[in-house]
């Protein structure tokens, strides 16, 4: 019943990659801005990275920029992760929303529908 539904989460270790995805269960989510947030226990929920509903604009938080690349098809948002680091853990959620003015690309805020999050884990 989800709107939207992540999976590709799991174990890697340090170096590795992982790609996941956040499928449309329902909804026109291809007129929305897609964003990849992250939460670790006992710390806030962080931004990972975001991209606009035509696909032309792409957003990363300084701590994933080089190493994660946000993508999106007709159905899903996609997050390649490569050279994971341990300080990758955590749980990783998708967000919509329908376009805005001002911005707000990697604000948690500004986000209306979540999924239910997918777990990575980076071992060292």
């Known amino acids: 019943q989800a709107h939207l539904v992540e999976s590709g989460g799991g174990s890697v270790q340090a170096g590795g990659s992982l790609r996941l995805s956040c499928v449309h269960s329902?909804?026109?989510?291809?007129?929305?801005?897609i964003a990849w947030f992250r939460q670790s226990p006992g710390k806030e929920r962080e931004a990972v990275a975001a991209i606009s509903s035509s696909g032309a604009l792409t957003y990363y938080d300084d701590s994933v920029k080089g190493r994660f690349t946000i993508s999106r098809e007709n159905t899903k948002a996609n997050l390649e992760m490569n050279d994971l680091t341990p300080e990758g853990t955590a749980m990783y959620y998708c967000a919509a929303r329908p376009p805005i003015d001002g911005g707000r690309w990697l604000m948690a805020s500004a986000y209306r529908y979540w999924g239910q999050g997918t777990q990575v884990t980076v071992s060292s």
């Open positions: 329902r909804g026109t989510y291809n007129m929305y801005s």
